[in-house]
C-alpha cells in the first residue's frame, strides 16, 4: 500500500518545475473527475491531484487514463499520489484514522508554501461518495491553513460529479462559467467516450441529463466550513447505496455520515488546529 507520509516532502524534480509560477490547480478524488469540467482543463492546464486509482469494484486502476488525458490536454499530473484504493479510505473512515488524510493535507499545504496556486478546483460535497466528500472536507483544510499562515487568498471552487453539470443560479465574482462551443464540446464528448473504463457512467449521464447540459461547466466558490447542510436531509445517499449493498453480501459495514465520516474529519480538523463546530451541521 501507497501512504501519504513518504511523499509529503519528497517533490520530484519535475514537480518541482512544475510549481515555478503560480498555476490552478485540480484535486479529485478518481481518476476520471476531470471529464467533468474538460474545457476548463484545456483552458487552464492545472497541475492535478487525484487522491485514488479509481479501481473501485474492478481493481483496475484508471490513473493510465487519466494521464493520457490530462497530458493531452497540456496539463500536469501529481505523480506522487494516486496509489490508493477506495477500499483504504472507507477503512480510514470505519477504523477512524486519520494518518492519511493529514499526510494529504500536508502535501498540500507544503506545496502552496513553495508556490501558491491561481486558483484550486475540485469535487464538490454531495453526500453520494464518501471519498468525493472526503476528498473536498482535505481541500478546504488546506485551503484554510494556508489562508491563516499566509495572509493571501486564491479562488477555492467545486463542481458536481454526480449531479446536475449545469447550474442557473447567479455567479459570485471567484466562480468561473464556460459555455463550450460546438468545438469544444465535441472534443469534450470524444474525451468522455473515449476513456473505456467510463463507458457505461459517460452513457448514463448523458441520457440522465442530456447532452446539452455538458455544454456548459460552472465552478462555485466554496464555503470552507460546509458540509452536508446545504444538502437534502439525511441520510446522504452513500448511506443508502451502503444498505443495499450489505444486504447484497457486497460490503460488511455500512458508512454513515454522523457515525463514521463526521468524527474522522472533526478529529483531522482538530488535529490541523482548525475548528470543528461548524461542520456538525
Request: with cysteine; glycine share 6%; proline share 5%.
Amino acid at each position: 500500500m501507497f501512504y501519504f507520509w513518504f511523499l509529503a516532502i519528497q517533490y520530484s524534480a519535475f514537480t518541482l518545475d512544475v510549481m515555478k509560477k503560480a498555476r490552478p490547480w485540480l484535486i479529485i478524488a478518481h481518476p476520471g473527475h476531470e471529464l467533468r469540467v474538460f474545457h476548463w482543463l484545456e483552458l487552464n492546464r492545472p497541475h492535478v491531484v487525484i487522491l485514488t486509482d479509481g479501481s473501485g469494484d474492478t481493481g483496475l486502476s484508471r490513473l493510465d487514463s487519466s494521464r493520457r488525458l490530462i497530458e493531452a490536454a497540456g496539463a500536469t499530473l501529481e505523480e506522487n499520489l494516486g496509489n490508493v484504493e477506495d477500499d483504504d479510505v472507507y477503512r480510514w473512515i470505519l477504523e477512524k484514522q486519520t494518518e492519511h488524510l493529514l499526510d494529504f493535507a500536508d502535501f498540500l499545504v507544503d506545496a502552496w508554501a513553495i508556490q501558491p496556486p491561481s486558483m484550486v478546483a475540485g469535487d464538490s460535497i454531495e453526500g453520494c461518495e464518501t471519498t468525493h466528500d472526503l476528498c473536498r472536507y482535505v481541500i478546504n483544510a488546506a485551503c484554510e491553513i494556508h489562508f491563516r499562515r499566509t495572509g493571501s487568498k486564491f479562488p477555492n471552487l467545486d463542481f458536481p460529479l454526480l449531479g446536475q453539470p449545469n447550474t442557473s443560479k447567479s455567479l459570485a465574482p471567484d466562480d468561473v462559467r464556460l459555455v463550450l462551443d460546438e468545438a469544444a464540446f465535441e472534443r469534450k464528448l470524444a474525451a468522455a467516450r473515449g476513456y473505456h473504463e467510463l463507458q457505461a457512467e459517460v452513457e448514463y449521464a448523458l441520457s440522465t441529463f442530456g447532452p446539452a447540459a455538458f455544454t456548459l461547466e460552472t465552478l462555485r466558490s466554496v464555503d470552507l466550513h460546509d458540509g452536508l447542510a446545504g444538502l437534502n436531509p439525511e441520510p446522504p445517499s452513500y448511506e443508502v447505496a451502503g444498505e443495499k449493498r450489505v444486504k447484497e453480501g457486497r460490503y460488511q459495514n455500512v458508512i454513515r455520515y454522523r457515525q463514521h465520516v463526521l468524527p474522522v474529519v472533526n478529529e483531522m480538523r482538530e488535529r490541523l488546529g482548525l475548528s470543528q463546530d461548524l461542520l456538525q451541521k
